[in-house]
């Protein structure tokens, strides 16, 4: 099992800057990708970035790209999003996913994690 705890989330002015975190505990040799999701109120949940624990290409979504980067510290167990020049769509709860097995590159823009975290919220005001 694998344990997600997310942090960072608050309220911010459109232009501004976010870094949320997300620590993983428990079987972390098991993890294969990380990921951040995000849930607006009446609206899906939708992938924003990815990354592979051990290296490789990382992916966004194209509604942050350019804007949002996802970085991992692996001493730390720690998967981090930052979140630059927010817009006040960008508001949401922000989730933590990982995979703990091995998933196509076309596969890792589903919601189809084995873990999540109890999520984040970010609020942008306009």
């Known amino acids: 099992q694998v344990q997600l705890v997310e942090s960072g989330g608050g309220l911010e002015q459109a232009g501004g800057s976010l870094r949320l975190s997300c620590a993983a505990s428990?079987?972390?040799?098991?993890?294969?990708?990380m990921g951040w999701f995000r849930q607006a109120p009446g609206k899906e949940r939708e992938f924003v970035a990815c990354?592979?624990?051990?290296?490789?290409?990382?992916y966004y979504a194209d509604s942050v790209k350019g804007r949002f980067a996802i970085s991992r510290d692996n001493a730390k167990n720690t998967v981090y999003l930052q979140l630059n020049s927010l817009k006040p769509e960008d508001t949401a709860v922000y989730y933590c996913?990982?995979?703990?097995?091995?998933?196509?590159?076309?596969?890792?823009?589903?919601?189809?994690?084995?873990?999540w975290g109890q999520g984040t919220q970010v609020t942008v005001s306009s």
């Open positions: 996913a990982a995979h703990d097995r091995y998933r196509s590159p076309g596969e890792l823009m589903s919601p189809a994690y084995e873990y």
């Open positions: 428990g079987r972390t040799s098991s993890i294969y990708v």
């Open positions: 990354t592979p624990w051990r290296g490789g290409n990382t």
